[in-house]
């Protein structure tokens, strides 16, 4: 199942309950749907009142509080979760960076391995039920966003972090494997990487929607700037994040770097 590939932590805000959301991006299931990945959550309050003394085993599905499959084989469905608030709710977000969509007008085009982020509050999922990930982004309260490129693998890292200093977090996303095709670069070539900052909005027609605000491209090809993400801090121009390029080049080989940036609201 690759259980533990991923894991964050939240209170939420709606019951007081500490989470422990775990990913287990190759989780199979029956049929031919085959590795399509599933997050499970664990209540942590409960467990660690119940007197658990030093190591606090949890397994999957047994100890869980609930769980999401996702519905494509391959798609590495919770690869990367994060958690964050927005007005007053904790959200949670759920990826599935190997994911094929649908993109470009009328979504006409196959974007393969673009990769599929679906955000939702914490409380829609507290049924103590497996929900699919079909139902879950099709709630009114879900917010979507996809990658627009093929094996760009939108959502490979995410975190959720306050931009703007308003009170509610935006989403950051990564995408390592998204193809230089700025040509400010000097050069273009495969794998720079990519991470973008997205903002909740409002539809005029109810619902919510991510909007894209920011992005900060890597600047070397196969580097894959993105591969792994970190808040540093807020500053005046907006949040400065730390995202690794695991195959950067140093004077003679792929050493490695971590490269900072500032991703603000304009």
């Not at 400010?184 to 894209?212: H, I, M, P, Q, T």
């Not at 801090?233 to 949040?239: E, F, K, P, Q, Y």
Request: charged fraction near 20%.
């Amino acid at each position: 199942e690759w259980f533990g590939s991923s894991a964050a932590v939240a209170v939420d805000a709606t019951t007081g309950v500490r989470i422990l959301a775990v990913g287990a991006p190759i989780s199979h299931i029956d049929g031919d749907a085959g590795a399509v990945g599933r997050v499970y959550a664990f209540d942590l309050t409960a467990a660690l009142d119940g007197g658990a003394e030093g190591q606090l085993v949890l397994s999957a599905p047994d100890d869980a509080m609930w769980s999401v499959v996702g519905d494509e084989q391959s798609a590495k469905f919770g690869y990367s979760i994060a958690f964050g608030t927005v007005d007053g709710a904790t959200m949670v977000a759920l990826s599935s960076p190997t994911k094929t969509v649908k993109t470009g007008l009328l979504d006409l085009r196959t974007a393969h391995h673009a990769g599929h982020i679906v955000v939702v509050p914490l409380s829609s999922l507290s049924s103590g039920e497996e929900a699919t990930l079909v139902d879950v982004q099709s709630a009114e309260a879900a917010a979507v966003v996809t990658g627009t490129s093929n094996f760009a693998r939108l959502g490979w890292k995410m975190a959720m972090a306050d931009l703007d200093q308003d009170g509610n977090d935006e989403l950051i996303a990564s995408a390592p494997f998204e193809s230089c095709s700025d040509l400010s670069l000097g050069r273009l070539g495969a794998n720079c990487g990519r991470v973008n900052a997205y903002r909740f909005k409002n539809k005029l027609l109810g619902g919510v929607e991510l909007e894209l605000v920011d992005s900060a491209h890597g600047n070397e090809p196969l580097a894959r700037f993105g591969s792994d993400l970190a808040i540093i801090g807020a500053t005046d121009a907006g949040l400065r994040i730390a995202a690794a390029s695991p195959l950067s080049r140093g004077e003679h080989e792929m050493t490695g770097a971590v490269l900072s940036a500032v991703l603000g609201t304009q």
